[in-house]
């Protein structure tokens, strides 16, 4: 049979309230698009004015790429003439959210919307993996969770989606209040809060209220999701309830929970849990470890349960769940004599979810002569405390056992300093100069976790170790 495109010509006319110019109408986008470099051929190409560049300069790449359209505003339809067909608007921002209010409105889709100071990402996966499993389901690729990703993401939903999954974030109060409002999901689950963005935000409970704006977005009746073990959960609660949420759920470790991690122990780098979800027992294996990923799990099969999917199923299904690059995914490479493990966690780092990094370290079994190896960028966007933040690692740093420390980045000097003498390996202020000493220092048998803000660069740390063990691969 035959599959439905997402998008017709005709259909995008109205959608985008555009006019069409520039070689006449597409038959049809099978999808849409706001970067080129990763452009598709059959894509319709919106010319978003972003923060440092305008789309409209890409125009003409985004036609070289195959795609079937663009949309451009009326300031630059002249310009693009003779590149292909051209839906004209007034505002492209403004179109791409109107494309994602049509998507929504055409699906019959049960609808979760997640956010969360941390979590949110690797939540999202598993429901987007776990869902697969029952119908056809879309989610929010990557962190698509702006004012650019949100409605994109919703423009990407195919018209016969069963389930929809997406993710919102926020760097200021006010911006979940307007992302949620074009998701209009049946369930919104908040993963945790933790002191990230303090850059913006003056405590904790501010950063909770920001939060909470997810509920407001609820469609009648829906359903709010909340982490029992949160310090701000009564507030959060509260929230839900005076926003209308037809329900309130909980998920934790703590009395009271309607999906409560009874157990958890890390077995050969898989987490293994069982949970009490409304009173009936359920066992799961998840193939990442760590407690909080076991509970953020929780927060999946209440979503499951709302969606009236079988919960032994659902929980089967975590097995299959793979943290994405940066997000604590496990590599075994080579080493001269042997091997490394490396625990990627480059894409993001706050306070909480370094202490999530340091457990699932300190659970970790280096192989013979092996170490705990943590190599650490900046944790950015914490406001005045921020030092004070940095430095109050070094505990936690002892705490988890760790052997071997190297830092990059001015605040992070703070955790380095506070450290035990012995445990440190180097500190430098970019993340690039530590790539040397870092790969003199390493020996078979290390556990390696890298983890850091994704300003920080740490990534580039990983690619340098996977670029070492290819090396060391083809030498041998």
């Known amino acids: 049979m035959m599959q439905e495109p997402l998008w017709t010509g005709l259909g995008l006319v109205g959608a985008l309230n555009a006019r069409v110019s520039g070689g006449g109408l597409p038959r049809k986008a099978s999808g849409v698009s706001i970067d ?37 505003d009326e300031a630059h339809a002249r310009d693009f003439a003779a590149a292909g067909p051209l839906f004209v608007v007034k505002d492209t921002q403004a179109a791409l959210e109107r494309l994602g209010a049509y998507a929504r409105a055409r699906t019959e889709a049960f609808i979760a919307a997640i956010t969360g100071s941390v979590g949110k990402t690797s939540t999202k996966d598993m429901a987007r993996l776990v869902f697969s499993h029952f119908g056809a389901t879309h989610a929010s690729a990557a962190s698509y969770n702006n004012q650019w ?60 209220d920001a939060k909470a704006e997810i509920f407001g977005g609820l469609l009648e009746g829906g359903v709010a999701i909340v982490n029992r073990d949160d310090e701000t959960y009564e507030r959060l609660a509260e929230a839900a309830r005076v926003s209308g949420a037809g329900h309130v759920f909980s998920f934790g470790s703590g009395e009271g929970a309607e999906a409560r991690l009874i157990s958890y122990e890390t077995r050969d780098a898989v987490g293994v849990a069982s949970a009490e979800i409304f009173g009936r027992r359920i066992n799961y294996r998840i193939n990442a470890p760590g407690p909080h990923i076991a509970r953020n799990a929780l927060a999946v099969l209440l979503v499951a349960s709302v969606f009236d999917i079988d919960l032994e199923q659902a929980a089967a299904a975590l097995e299959e769940f793979t943290p994405s690059t940066g997000r604590g995914r496990r590599e075994t490479l080579e080493r001269a004599g042997g091997t490394i ?29 092996g170490r705990r190896v943590a190599v650490l960028g900046d944790m950015l966007e914490l406001g005045p405390r921020s030092g004070e933040l940095h430095a109050e690692l070094g505990q936690d740093l002892a705490r988890a056992g760790v052997d071997l420390l190297f830092t990059a980045g001015p605040n992070m000097a703070r955790a380095f300093y506070a450290a035990p003498e012995a445990m440190r390996g180097a500190h430098r202020l970019a993340a690039a100069e530590l790539e040397g000493l870092l790969l003199s220092a390493l020996r078979p048998g290390d556990v390696v976790m890298v983890k850091g803000s994704n300003g920080s660069r740490t990534g580039a740390l990983v690619a340098a170790l996977r670029d070492s063990s290819n090396a060391a691969a083809n030498a041998g």
């Open 36 to 72: 080129t470099r990763t452009l598709e051929p059959g894509d319709l190409f919106f010319a978003i004015n972003g923060d440092a560049r305008d789309g409209h300069d890409f125009v003409p790449a985004a036609f070289e790429k195959g795609a079937a359209a663009a949309v451009v």
């Open 341 to 369: 493990t490396v625990i990627d966690e480059s894409y993001n780092a706050n306070p909480t979810s370094m202490r999530a990094a340091f457990e699932l370290l300190a659970a970790a079994n280096p192989g013979p002569g």
């Open 149 to 208: 990703g949100v409605p994109l993401s919703l423009a990407r939903m195919p018209a016969a989606t069963r389930f929809g999954i997406f993710e919102i974030g926020m760097n200021h109060a006010g911006e979940i209040a307007a992302l949620v409002e074009q998701v209009k999901p049946h369930v919104a689950v908040v993963t945790r809060v933790a002191p990230v963005h303090l850059e913006y935000f003056d405590s904790l409970e501010a950063i909770a």
